[in-house]
């Protein structure tokens, strides 16, 4: 299985400041997923990053807020631009194993917006 | 939009077999059934998948009716360690959309 490491684990950061989630896969996926998990609450899909295409995102998420780099087939980024409270979260990349139907996920990044 | 139906919470004893059911009713021809679990603060972890067969690895048992309406896994010696959320998600795999859609899932506890 895909072993998938985040960067950073935990933060806490700033109303109105940005952060960028790192996601490292140990080898070569086609699509990777973003998600994010709000206190108590069930995971809910932020977008679909693909390499060399613009990622896909989901109602109620927009690029602006959410940018997403995908820059080779091991490496994503997931930024969280502007933030507020709200998006105080743990967010989580997943990848999906090449020709096999599982989807792995990544520990999560916490982030605490004050 | 989840289109699966959980109970909200379960318990089991420990050493006893856990069975988590699953309402998909609505399931198309092409979807398969998936089975997650999350431990408390930990990235979500795969369990089991299926499309119309029963199907068994290291980890579980995952059960489907024969109409494909709903599903059962099974954890068939339930440990301490076996205490998480369960969610059952139905998923198109292979097509140009692979995502998957959680909804609220199940809370397993395991007493000793």
């Known amino acids: 299985s895909a072993v998938i490491s985040q960067k950073p684990s935990r933060d806490i950061c700033q109303r109105g400041t940005s952060l960028t989630i790192q996601c490292q896969v140990d080898s070569q996926v086609t699509m990777m997923f973003w998600y994010r998990q709000q206190p108590g609450q069930s995971l809910t899909l932020i977008a679909t990053?693909?390499?060399?295409?613009?990622?896909?995102?989901e109602s109620g998420f927009v690029i602006d807020k959410f940018p997403i780099s995908r820059p080779n087939l091991t490496f994503s980024t997931l930024t969280v631009s502007n933030m507020s409270p709200e998006d105080s979260s743990i967010y989580l990349c997943?990848?999906?194993?090449?020709?096999?139907?599982?989807?792995?996920f990544g520990p999560g990044t916490r982030l605490t917006v004050t | 939009d989840a289109k699966t139906t959980q109970p909200t919470s379960m318990d089991c004893a420990e050493g006893r077999a856990a069975n988590l059911p699953c309402n998909h009713s609505?399931?198309?021809?092409?979807?398969?059934v998936y089975w997650y679990r999350q431990i408390h603060s930990q990235g979500p972890q795969y369990i089991i998948h299926g499309l119309k067969n029963n199907e068994t690895n290291e980890m579980a048992s995952l059960i489907i009716t024969e109409d494909r309406k709903s599903s059962t896994l099974i954890l068939p010696h339930a440990t301490l360690r076996d205490t998480a959320v369960y969610y059952c998600?139905?998923?198109?795999?292979?097509?140009?959309?692979?995502?998957?859609?959680f909804g609220t899932g199940t809370l397993l506890a395991v007493q000793p």
């Open positions: 997943s990848v999906d194993e090449e020709g096999g139907g599982e989807q792995y």
């Open positions: 998600i139905v998923r198109i795999w292979g097509g140009a959309t692979n995502k998957l859609i």
């Open positions: 990053a693909n390499q060399g295409s613009e990622a896909t995102y």
């Open positions: 609505t399931i198309s021809g092409n979807e398969y």
